[in-house]
């Protein structure tokens, strides 16, 4: 078909280009694999092994702020890092009409996806068994898909707001703001939504923090047991996990499935909104 003889080459030969880069390379790219893990060593130092007494609720509830707030700051590191000479090469290269600003994006996109899997694998794995979250692969799997996809948002958003800002630095920061209200408002773990204005709850709907704190907490929280304190010692908040979610996070586990969808379209959507943002920056005169 016109599709496949007009943009697979294209793809194709950008993907092969992007890969001799990486292997001549090394030295930029490894960081990537492990730059999300150095950030481990300060996680366990503060959590150790978790109990399951009415402390460890909150040391739970700061291990989910960690892992859907660290991901995607790293992500923004590395675009920023790595993405701009291939911006400007795409840039003289899209003016002489070699490809679409389509096959740019996507084809960085599944350049950049296998890191994002390893790294994330890396961080998931010593952080979720270390630190003593719930013990099961299952909840381990859905753990690692939702640090692997925000992982790998951070970057798509970083990379789609370099297509508005040429300066790295502007857009660096611009990102880390985009991320950090999102967690905010949306994601309840530093306040409970139902506390915030109407018009942050409301916009709360709009961020992917929403989704993507909602299906951790469920994960982690549902069907566990807290020891209590005796009578004299201490109060007893919450004696399981489901009363825990019953109060700030009502319908994360019925929505396990919705959220994952919510998540797997936002992570499709920014990457339409990265392609969109190059369109309409169109191309810049390069000094």
Request: a neutral charge.
């Amino acid at each position: 078909s016109p599709v496949r003889k007009d943009i697979n080459p294209s793809l194709f030969s950008i993907f092969r280009r992007m890969m001799v880069n990486l292997a001549r390379e090394r030295t930029i790219y490894i960081p990537r694999l492990f730059m999300l893990s150095l950030f481990v060593p300060f996680i366990l130092a503060f959590l150790g092994h978790m109990k399951t007494n009415q402390e460890s609720i909150q040391d739970r509830i700061g291990l989910m702020y960690q892992s859907a707030s660290v991901p995607p700051y790293v992500s923004i590191l590395n675009a920023v890092a790595i993405f701009p000479p291939l911006r400007d090469l795409y840039y003289r290269e899209c003016r002489d009409g070699l490809y679409s600003t389509a096959t740019f994006i996507l084809t960085y996109a599944i350049h950049v996806l296998p890191f994002h899997i390893i790294a994330s694998f890396f961080f998931s794995i010593i952080v979720y068994w270390v630190t003593g979250l719930y013990p099961s692969w299952d909840r381990f799997a859905i753990y690692y898909a939702v640090v692997c996809a925000l992982h790998f948002i951070g970057e798509i958003i970083t990379v789609g707001t370099m297509g508005v800002l040429i300066n790295p630095n502007i857009a660096n920061s611009t990102s880390a703001l985009v991320l950090t209200a999102s967690l905010l408002l949306a994601s309840g773990l530093l306040r409970s939504i139902k506390n915030m204005l109407e018009i942050f709850q409301w916009a709360s709907w709009l961020s992917v923090h929403k989704y993507s704190t909602e299906i951790l907490m469920a994960n982690e929280f549902h069907g566990l047991n807290f020891t209590c304190p005796p009578p004299t010692l201490g109060v007893c908040q919450f004696e399981t996990g489901d009363a825990y979610l019953r109060e700030f996070y009502p319908d994360a586990v019925d929505n396990m499935h919705t959220n994952f969808g919510a998540l797997g379209g936002f992570t499709v959507s920014f990457v339409v909104f990265t392609i969109i943002a190059f369109k309409i920056r169109g191309i810049p005169n390069l000094n």
